[in-house]
């Protein structure tokens, strides 16, 4: 769960502590991601993927972020599902191959070759490449420091 750039909250653990420096009264806005499989052709093979790396699985769903935060203390107070960003085979397996998303920084060679580049094979022999498909979007959370 990300508040700001001085603040990262982990919707698992260490909330209990609060590294906000908040006080009662204060807001945090976060942003949450869907936790588990987005439908469509594209994220299809993705979602596999992400499996096999090991990064399908998320902490910031807005599910899981929601209890963890009001058991630490905070109050949700605004909730906002920000539409999806379109996404494109083509567009999207150049992301990933660029490794300009976060999740893509840590994967080793051997995984990379084995795993990744497959499935970028895979994205990029979809039909209609450049036709876009709805992505998830974010959720955006807002909580008050009771």
Known sequence: ????PRCTLPARGGIGRDPTGLRP???????????GPVEGDVFEVLDRMHERVGTL???DAPDTVVPVAESAGFELVARIDEPGRPVG???EADL???RS???TW?????TWAGVVEPALARIRA???QDRVRPGPGPTILAFRRS
């Open 126 to 128: 979809l039909p209609d």
């Open 96 to 98: 990933i191959e660029a």
């Open 101 to 103: 998303q976060a999740w």
């Open 57 to 59: 699985r998320r902490d």
């Open 1 to 4: 769960m990300t508040g700001s």
């Open 89 to 91: 085979p083509r567009s």
């Open 25 to 35: 009264g204060g807001t945090l806005a976060a942003t949450g991601f869907p936790a």
């Open 106 to 110: 840590s994967i080793d060679d051997e």
